[in-house]
């Protein structure tokens, strides 16, 4: 029997139809607002795990899915940045399973460096994508990407944003897909080796999937029309579907469920007549751009929605034409470190000796804000140490000794290691300075476990990574373990003692976050025999 309807948000509605799917593997980074998936895919009973990376994630992805496994990877917008290298190749060679990415796009940066528009990624990777409005559509949309992606051989993203994530609305589950075959691994070399010989059909067998996935899309693929209005229209994808309703509610609305390939001719019958013809999107305008590319005419947001999260408000204000500033947001409080933080030491030395800090992502991002002061570079996840070491390469020699890069335990594991093999094959001549800033969790996404803290997703002891160790390896002989918080006076001395040295060093400021510490003792008597 199928079970009775569920309040859930997006991300439990992606895991719950993951689960209902058979997916044998979930992988992915923790990363607001997609952290949920896999914790509640886990919780469900199914089998999760936190990679390194995202490129990580989607490579065990890969894999399983040409074991003919159904596989789950899941990420945040910005994370797709990373894996788009696997992501482009594995367009190619296809999937003898089935292979879901979710990215999770944050519009307005609640929580991330940027806003970019992922529906930018489908067309230029060349594999079909779905937007789902609702958690409804979540698990629709998650188990006909399944479908599709096994009908096809072909990876699927399947884009959230921030609202569809965290916002919970009914869910009615439905019976579940045929279970897939057991995993298998037949050989494939023309098909999964991309060497040029084999990549060039192989790209020519991309192109052809897609086309005929465009021709299903356009004959039966997902989508919804709403109202009966002949003289307002509106394409609209993701949840700007669910505000334009409530916003024009005397207007006809069209949800492409799949908006790569877009249906252009349903869309082109759909819009036939209309006195005005309005595309409503989040982000970028790339409905309205393909609309437009294929001769369709169609009103586009002006420029200034393309900012932030969309609602009901700024729809009416949309279809108003109204082009007037927007009010202000009302002030609110600045996050900030927490009190007893035990990054505060680090970053009251590090403003204290007037250090040029190369920074990164995580909750010591907030080292930028008051009292402290003291970050100057902020790029990307991993973007500390390279970053630095390109400030000490070519700064006045004087300038060049006050450069430090500080990382935080996670982001060393996702892509910091690489900058350290950098800092040892091209030291500066003035040395360099990189703080670990290591507090036992993923502290900023919710307390999730990473390589570095010896546990899995569901807090079970597993290999843990040195960082001294592995600096150590590396060929950098001035590595150094402390707690910033014992004497914060001598951390200072020892920040600034390294700066003179003028040699490669490694300070591990090793404290776990005071949030996280009550659970990793207790994580921590469960390991004992």
């Known amino acids: ?13 992606v895991a719950l139809a993951a689960f209902d799917a058979g997916v ?25 795990q936190w990679s390194p990376n995202e490129k990580v994630a989607l490579e065990v992805g890969i894999g399983a899915a040409f074991a003919r496994a159904r596989a789950l990877v899941t990420m945040k917008h910005v994370g797709l ?70 009908r096809w051989s072909i990876p699927v993203l399947l884009r959230m944003t921030t609202r569809v994530c965290h916002s919970k609305t009914v869910v009615r589950p439905r019976a579940a897909l045929p279970a897939p075959p057991e995993p298998d691994f037949v050989r494939d070399i023309r098909g ?8 060039r059909p192989a790209h020519r067998r991309l192109r052809a999937k897609l086309a005929a996935i465009a021709r299903w899309n356009e004959a039966e693929g997902p989508r919804r029309v709403t109202g009966q209005g002949r003289r307002l229209r509106i394409v609209a994808s993701g949840v700007a579907f669910a505000h334009a309703r409530e916003a024009a509610p005397e207007a006809a609305v069209f949800q492409p ?49 393309r900012f932030g999260e969309l609602d009901v408000a700024r729809i009416r204000r949309i279809l108003a034409g ?43 991002s907030l080292g930028v804000l008051p009292p402290f002061e003291a970050m100057d570079t902020l790029v990307c996840m991993g973007a500390a140490v390279g970053v630095g070491l390109g400030m000490r390469a070519t700064l006045p020699a004087e300038q060049a000794r006050r450069v ?34 290591d507090n036992g969790t993923t502290a900023m996404t919710g307390m999730q476990e990473h390589p570095g803290t010896g546990r899995t997703l569901d807090h079970r002891p597993t290999g843990k990574v040195s960082f001294e160790d592995l600096a150590r390896a ?19 001395e020892l920040v600034r003692e390294r700066l003179a040295a003028g040699r490669l060093s490694v300070i591990i400021a090793r404290r776990n976050c005071l949030l996280a510490a009550g659970r990793i003792k207790e994580y921590e008597k469960c390991d004992e025999p």
């Open 81 to 150: 940045n990373v894996a788009a290298d696997p992501l482009f190749t594995a367009a190619y060679t296809g999937v003898s399973g089935a292979l879901v990415i979710v990215s999770a796009d944050d519009p307005g940066m609640a929580s991330s460096q940027n806003e970019q528009d992922n529906r930018r990624f489908a067309a230029a990777a060349g594999v079909p994508m779905l937007e789902p409005a609702d958690s409804q559509d979540a698990y629709d949309y998650t188990l006909l990407a399944i479908e599709v992606s096994e």
């Open 24 to 48: 044998r593997l979930g992988a992915g980074y923790p990363g607001t607002p997609s952290t949920e998936i896999l914790e509640y895919f886990a919780q469900l009973g199914g089998r999760a």
């Open 474 to 492: 590396l060929g950098i002989s001035d590595v150094l373990v402390v707690d910033p918080t014992v004497n914060p006076a001598g951390f200072r």
């Open 192 to 199: 999964r080796v991309m060497i040029p010989s084999n990549a």
């Open 1 to 13: 029997m199928v079970p009775q309807r569920q309040l859930l948000s997006g991300d439990e509605a």
């Open 257 to 305: 469920g799949m908006t790569y390939p877009l249906p252009v001719e349903a869309i082109r019958g759909f819009l036939d007549g209309a006195a005005r013809r309005v595309v409503i999107e989040e982000g970028d305008p790339c409905l309205a751009e393909a609309l437009r590319a294929e001769g369709i005419a169609v009103e586009a947001k002006p420029e200034m929605y």
């Open 404 to 437: 430090v890069s500080v990382i935080g335990d996670s982001t060393f594991v996702h892509s910091g290691i690489t900058g350290l093999v950098e800092m040892v094959y091209n030291p500066p001549s003035t040395g360099h300075l990189v703080l670990i800033l």
């Open 322 to 364: 109204d082009t007037e500033p927007e009010p202000a947001p009302a002030p609110a409080t600045p996050p900030r470190l927490c009190p007893g933080c035990p990054h505060r030491a680090v970053f009251e030395a590090l403003r204290d000796l007037d250090c040029i800090v190369s920074g990164d992502i995580g909750c010591y």
